[in-house]
């Protein structure tokens, strides 16, 4: 339930104020859903920030998931 209301679905993420921002652009679905809102609402092609932000945030989730993959690769036919 957090998540849902520290991620801007049902309001825009201008409408945070400047000191809790950088806070709330901190969340992986927050450029995502900015961008879908770019795109839906404005008609407008995404700024490159925030395409390079969430194409930075799905090759870190993407490394880190490979690595924890790959450490616990052995015992995943066990824990199933």
Request: with cysteine.
């Amino acid at each position: 339930m957090v998540w849902f209301y520290l991620t801007p679905i049902i309001y825009n993420a201008a409408m945070i104020p400047e000191p809790y921002h950088r806070y709330i652009m901190l969340n992986p679905l927050t450029l995502i859903v900015e961008m879908f809102r770019s795109i839906v609402l404005d008609g407008v092609v995404p700024s490159g920030d925030l395409f390079w932000g969430a194409l930075l945030y799905s090759l870190c989730f993407l490394l880190l998931g490979y690595f924890i993959f790959n450490k616990r690769e052995s015992r995943l036919a066990e824990e199933l």
